[in-house]
């Protein structure tokens, strides 16, 4: 997610991270580096030139903070821009007074209108709440086939008008349907175009008129830059919309839709796509988006992401396991399985702080076929190995390599991995029992 902008805006900021004292002239030579990074990233030119402007008038009149190299201060600064560019604070969901909330979300075709509503649905489903899915995009028939697929998918109630040509009739109709089944929220999938059309503004204008829409949202394609904000401001001046859901986010190497909506529409970024499955939908932080950008992590969403792979249970069992030193390979194997429940390797370990400098000074490489490989070694083995991995000899080590599509070379890899491992949990838990004991502490250390 927005690698190159990370990269580019990294190398602006090394030329001020080393030096003692600031003048104006070295602000104006990073900022015309940052002013060319950013336009690269086909952020929009007004956007580009007020945030360089704000930039500057800060560095340039703020005292440097205790603690802070100006160097420093100037990325802190950056940082604080960065956020309100990208909204400032989270934008939630609004919440209709009386029972259904109705989200409509428009947008063109190809944007992800239709699968973000199963998502969308998917992750209420998971806060407890019972949405409904409408499909109310009358004139195409697969989207209203592939909204009840993703319906039963994700397990919530779903609503069709069969032989209606009338979208306000079928949003009507489904709130009637919502109240007698309890759901609490409706999701309107309405009809897109492939380009904007005063036929379907007309459309979404009756149907906002026949029912009381609590949230109209439109969902547009990040990859597709300026594009994507063009959009917005016509659909907002057309419909009137309440905020935005970016699609396709976790493969967006530039952010430039990103960077320029917010400012440009007036509109927030409500929810981000990071994948084509139905938990890829994330609520928008500007302040972590902006901590990304600039490389430095996003440790609360990967908290978030370790809670929900991991369930409290499996973690309490996991630490007993550590202390009495029976953690094995089926454990291993476990975690490796939970960790790729949290997506992409390569996005989770960007959330890391400082990740993103590693990668850069020793050319490290992530690929998610490391997970493949290691998971296929150890279901290669027997019971009785991965739980006494010392018995595995060298007729064993060929058996496995055979077995997992790999060399004895790395099954032999792997053994020293997990030993390694197992050997640096022991030191661990003997640091922190010897700490309980008063002979050592070990400030904010938990397992």
Do not use: W
Request: hydrophobic content about 40%; charged content about 30%; aromatic content about 4%.
């Amino acid at each position: 997610m927005f690698e190159s902008l990370t990269d580019k805006l990294q190398k602006a900021f090394k030329r001020l991270t080393g030096k003692g004292a600031l003048t104006e002239k070295d602000v104006d030579e990073a900022l015309r580096e940052i002013r060319l990074v950013l336009l690269e990233a086909d952020v929009n030119y007004k956007v580009v030139k007020d945030f360089a402007a704000r930039i500057k008038e800060r560095a340039i009149g703020e005292n440097v903070l205790a603690g802070l190299s100006p160097g420093q201060q100037v990325i802190k600064i950056v940082n604080e821009e960065l956020i309100s560019l990208l909204g400032g604070e989270q934008a939630k969901l609004a919440v209709a007074a009386k029972p259904p909330t109705v989200v409509m979300l428009v947008g063109l075709h190809g944007s992800g209108k239709t699968t973000t509503a199963g998502k969308l649905a998917y992750m209420l489903k998971k806060q407890g709440r019972s949405p409904m899915l409408v499909a109310a995009d009358v004139h195409r028939p697969a989207a209203v086939k592939q909204l009840e697929t993703l319906a039963e998918q994700v397990g919530v109630s779903f609503f069709s008008l069969p032989g209606s040509r009338d979208g306000a009739e079928v949003c009507k109709a489904a709130l009637v349907a919502a109240d007698r089944n309890g759901s609490d929220y409706v999701i309107l999938d309405v009809a897109g175009r492939l380009t904007i059309d005063q036929e379907m503004m007309d459309e979404l204008a009756r149907i906002r008129a026949a029912v009381p829409v609590t949230e109209s949202l439109l969902v547009v394609d990040a990859m597709s830059g300026q594009d994507a904000v063009n959009v917005a401001k016509s659909f907002d001046d057309a419909v009137g919309i309440d905020g935005v859901v970016m699609t396709k986010l976790d493969s967006d190497t530039r952010g430039g839709a990103a960077l320029s909506i917010k400012s440009v529409t007036g509109k927030p970024i409500k929810f981000a796509g990071t994948s084509e499955k139905m938990d890829g939908l994330e609520p928008f932080h500007p302040d972590r988006m902006a901590s990304r950008i600039l490389g430095m992590g996003d440790v609360l969403s990967l908290i978030e992401k370790a809670e929900a792979a991991v369930s409290e249970e499996a973690a309490k069992s996991l630490e007993k396991k550590i202390r009495q030193n029976q953690f094995g390979l089926d454990d291993y194997l476990d975690q490796l399985r939970a960790m790729k429940k949290m997506g992409p390797l390569d996005q989770i370990l960007a959330m890391v702080p400082g990740f993103g400098q590693l990668k850069q000074i020793s050319g490290l490489k992530v690929d998610d076929r490391d997970l493949a490989r290691v998971e296929a070694i150890i279901c290669s083995m027997t019971h009785e190995e991965r739980r006494d991995p010392s018995i595995i000899n060298g007729s064993r080590r060929r058996r496995i390599a055979a077995g997992s599509g790999t060399t004895p070379h790395e099954v032999n890899q792997l053994l020293k991995q997990f030993e390694d491992m197992r050997k640096m949990m022991r030191r661990m838990t003997a640091l922190e029992e010897s700490g309980k004991k008063g002979k050592m502490r070990i400030p904010g250390f938990r397992f």
